[in-house]
C-alpha cells in the first residue's frame, strides 16, 4: 500500500513538473533558485480569481476531499482540536491523510501545495502516543528559554513525523486574570516573561536569517503561530473571548510586547484573537491587524483567523455573514479558519471583489503573503511527508526532554521542617507510605485540555507515566507504598505511613469551558487533604492550570508543590520530590489568597497574594539550611570536646 501511494505520487510529480517542463520553460515559480518574492509575483500574476480566493480558504479535515481540493483550489487544511484520521491514528496513518490531501492539490492548475495546521500547543498533543510537555503556565516557571526552544524543537520533529507542516502555537498570551479558561495556555501575566519564552518559535521553525522574514524551515521544522493577535488573554473578569477594555499604550505594553520577539524571530503566522478591544471585535480591526501589525511592525507573513472567527465578528455569530467576510477580509486577515461553510465563504468573496468591496489589491497581499510562506517553508519542493520521520513520534529523547522541563517547572510553595531536616525532598527509604488523590494515577489529568481530544479528559488516554508510576519506580523496593484514590476520613488511621503524597488538581478543560470565578480546589481534593493530611505528614502535590484557593488548607500540609499541568512524564515530579534534583520554578503567577483579589498581577499597587509572582523554595537552599544546622551543632560538640581534653 505505502509502495503504490508512493509510486503514485512520483508519477504525480513527474507529471507537475513534466507539464512544467512541457512549456518553453519552466515557470518562474517553480524554480527554486529564483527569490521567494519573484516567485510570489509570478505565480500571482499566472492565478484566477477563484485559485486566489481558494489559496485563502482553510477548511476542517471533517469535510475535505480531493473533489473539495480541487474543485475549490484550497489552501489549507486543519485538524481542530481532537480532530484525528480514526481512534489511536499512527503516524502513517496521519501521513496517508495528510498526502492523500495534498496530492489533490498538487493535481490542480498550477500545482499549489497546501498546508495542513494543527494545535500542536504542548508537544504534539492531538496524536495519541505523542510525548506531551507541560503547558505553558509551567514552562513560565522554568524561564529557561533555551529549554522551550529545545522543546519546540523535538515538537517541530513530532509533528513532521506525521507529515503536517504548521502548528497554531505558541499562544503569547498574557494571561492577567486566572478565571480565564486559557490562562494555562500563557507562559506568564508578565509580559517579558512572555517575551523571553517566543524562543520556541526559533525551536519550531528553526532559526531566520533575516529579522522579520519568515523562517527559511528545512523539512524538520514547521511553520509556527503567534497567537491569539491581541489583548486575549486580558478581558474583563477573565471572561474569555470577551473585551479587553485597556489604553492602546496597556494594550502594547502587556498584550503587544510578545509579537514584537515572534516577528524578529520570523513567525511565519499569527492568529487574530476572538476577543474586543474597547468593545471592537479584533477580527474587523483594521487598524490593529493591517495598520499596527503589518505596517508598522513589518509582519511579512499571513494573518490568520481563529475557528468561525468571521462568524463571531456578530453576536450572535454569522447573523450577518458576507458583511463579516467583508470587515474580516479588509481587516488584513489573509486566511479564514472557515473550518466547514466553505461554499459560502466563496460565494460572498467572489461576490465581494465583483462589486469591489473587497479590493483586488487586498485580494493579491493576502495571497501574496501566504505564497510567500509557503515558498518560504520549502513546500513546493518537498509537498509530500518524510516518512522516514514517523519514529520521532513520543521519541525517548524527546519524553526525556519532557521530564527535564517537568523537573524545571514545579514550584515548591511550602515545605515544613521534618525533625532536622526538610520536609521535602522525601526519603526513598521510609517503611510505608500513602499516595493518594484523584490525580495520582491519571494521565489524562496531568495533561490537562488540549491533549487527544479538545477539552482533554481524565484516564489512561494516551501513553505516560503517572505520578503513583513514577513514586513506584524511584522508591526503595523495601518500602511499602499504598495507594488509595479517595481515602475515607479512616483510612489513613493508625496505619502506621511515614508520610502521604496527595495528588489533587482541576480536571481538564480548553476555552471558555474553563472560566472559573471561584477557583476553589475541587471538592474531592479538599476531602482527600483533610481524610490524609489532618492523620499522616503530607506533601501536597496541585496538578492545575492555574493557582486556585489553598490558604484555608496549607496548615494541613507539611509540604505543597504546584505541578500545574504537567504531561505524560511524571517522573519529573519524582525527581524532584526525592530529591534527586533540586526543586528550581519559580511561580509565573501571583498566588492569591482570595479569588476576590483578582485581578492582582505582579507590580499592582494593591498587591498581597499568598506566595508572590517569582516565588519558590529551593530544596538545594532547604538542605543547605539544614547542612548548615547539622554542621553548626556539629561544631558545638567538638568544641564542647575540646573543653574536657
Ligand atoms: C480554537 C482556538 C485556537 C485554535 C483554533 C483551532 O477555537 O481559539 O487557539 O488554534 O480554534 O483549533
Known amino acids: 500500500m505505502a509502495w503504490a501511494s508512493f509510486l503514485q505520487c512520483v508519477v504525480l510529480l513527474l507529471l507537475c513538473v513534466h507539464a512544467a517542463m512541457a512549456s518553453s520553460d519552466v515557470p518562474l515559480y517553480k524554480n527554486p533558485e529564483a527569490a521567494v518574492e519573484a516567485r510570489v509575483k509570478d505565480l500571482l500574476s499566472r492565478m484566477t480569481l477563484e485559485e486566489k480566493i481558494g489559496q485563502m480558504m482553510q477548511i476542517e479535515r471533517s469535510v475535505a476531499n480531493a473533489s473539495t481540493i480541487q474543485t475549490n483550489f484550497i489552501g489549507s487544511i486543519l485538524s481542530g482540536g481532537g480532530s484525528v484520521p480514526k481512534e489511536q491514528a499512527s503516524p502513517t496513518d496521519w501521513m496517508d491523510m495528510v498526502d492523500g490531501f495534498q496530492k489533490a492539490a498538487l493535481s490542480t492548475r498550477l500545482c499549489i501545495p497546501l498546508m495542513y495546521g494543527i494545535d500542536a500547543v504542548h508537544g504534539h498533543n492531538n496524536v495519541y502516543g505523542a510525548t506531551i510537555f507541560p503547558h505553558n503556565v509551567g514552562l513560565g516557571c522554568t524561564r529557561d528559554p533555551d529549554l522551550v526552544r529545545r522543546i519546540g524543537e523535538a515538537t517541530a520533529l513530532e509533528v513532521r513525523g506525521t507529515g503536517i507542516q504548521y502548528v497554531f502555537a505558541p499562544c503569547i498570551a498574557v494571561c492577567r486574570n486566572p478565571s480565564w479558561g486559557r490562562c494555562y495556555e500563557s507562559y506568564s501575566e508578565d509580559p517579558n516573561l512572555v517575551r523571553n519564552m517566543t524562543e520556541i518559535i526559533v525551536g519550531l521553525q528553526g532559526k531566520t536569517t533575516k529579522p522579520g522574514s519568515p523562517f527559511l524551515a528545512g523539512q524538520y521544522n514547521v511553520a509556527a503561530t503567534a497567537k491569539h493577535f491581541v489583548g486575549d488573554g486580558g478581558t474583563n473578569h477573565g471572561a474569555d473571548e470577551r473585551n479587553t477594555l485597556s489604553s492602546y499604550k496597556s494594550l502594547v505594553n502587556i498584550h503587544m510586547v510578545g509579537y514584537f520577539d515572534a516577528i524578529a524571530k520570523g513567525v511565519s503566522t499569527i492568529m487574530v484573537s476572538y476577543s474586543s478591544w474597547n468593545g471592537q471585535k479584533m477580527h474587523s480591526n483594521r487598524f490593529l491587524i493591517s495598520h499596527v501589525l503589518k505596517k508598522q511592525l513589518g509582519f511579512k507573513g499571513f494573518v490568520i483567523s481563529d475557528w468561525q472567527g468571521i462568524d463571531k465578528i456578530t453576536i450572535p455569530a454569522g447573523i450577518n455573514y458576507t458583511s463579516s467576510v467583508e470587515l474580516g ?54 509537498p509530500l511527508a518524510d516518512r522516514s520521520l514517523a519514529k520521532m513520534v513520543g521519541a525517548q529523547d524527546h519524553r526525556d526532554l519532557a521530564r527535564e522541563a517537568v523537573r524545571k517547572s514545579l514550584v515548591l510553595l511550602k515545605n515544613e521542617r521534618n525533625g532536622n531536616a526538610p520536609f521535602v525532598p522525601l526519603s526513598k527509604r521510609a517503611t510505608k507510605i500513602l499516595v493518594a488523590g484523584s490525580h495520582a494515577d491519571d494521565i489524562g489529568r496531568q495533561c490537562g485540555g488540549w491533549t487527544t481530544t479538545w477539552q482533554g479528559q481524565s484516564g489512561g488516554i494516551t501513553p505516560g507515566t503517572s505520578v503513583l508510576e513514577a513514586i513506584k519506580s524511584t522508591i526503595d523496593t523495601s518500602t511499602e507504598l499504598v495507594y488509595e484514590q479517595l481515602p475515607d476520613s479512616n483510612f489513613a488511621k493508625g496505619k502506621g505511613f511515614d508520610y502521604a503524597i496527595v495528588v489533587v488538581g482541576e480536571d481538564p478543560y480548553a476555552e471558555f469551558f474553563g472560566d472559573d470565578a471561584d477557583l476553589t480546589l475541587p471538592n474531592m481534593g479538599t476531602q482527600t487533604i483533610k481524610n490524609v493530611c489532618t492523620l499522616v505528614k503530607c506533601v501536597v502535590v496541585l496538578v492545575s492550570g492555574r ?62 497574594p499568598l506566595f508572590p509572582y517569582g516565588f519558590g523554595l529551593t530544596t538545594a537552599a532547604v538542605v543547605g539550611d539544614a547542612a548548615s544546622s547539622r554542621s553548626s551543632t556539629l561544631l558545638f ?9
Open 547 to 608: 493557582p486556585l484557593v489553598v490558604e484555608p488548607y496549607l496548615p494541613l500540609m507539611n509540604g505543597l508543590v504546584a505541578a500545574w499541568l504537567p504531561g505524560t512524564e511524571g517522573k519529573g515530579i519524582a525527581d524532584v520530590l526525592f530529591g534527586d534534583y533540586p526543586f528550581e520554578g519559580k511561580s509565573s503567577r501571583t498566588w492569591f489568597r482570595r479569588a476576590s483579589q483578582l485581578p492582582m498581577n505582579v507590580n499592582d499597587q494593591q498587591y498581597d
Open 637 to 645: 560538640f567538638f568544641t564542647l570536646v575540646l573543653c574536657f581534653i
Open 329 to 382: 477580509v479588509n481587516a488584513g486577515i489573509d486566511m479564514i479558519m472557515i473550518p466547514f461553510d466553505y461554499p459560502s465563504f466563496h460565494a460572498d468573496m467572489l461576490a465581494l471583489v465583483k462589486s469591489g468591496h473587497i479590493s483586488m489589491r487586498r485580494i493579491n497581499d493576502a495571497v501574496g503573503r501566504i505564497l510567500r510562506v509557503k515558498f518560504t517553508i520549502g513546500l513546493f519542493e518537498h
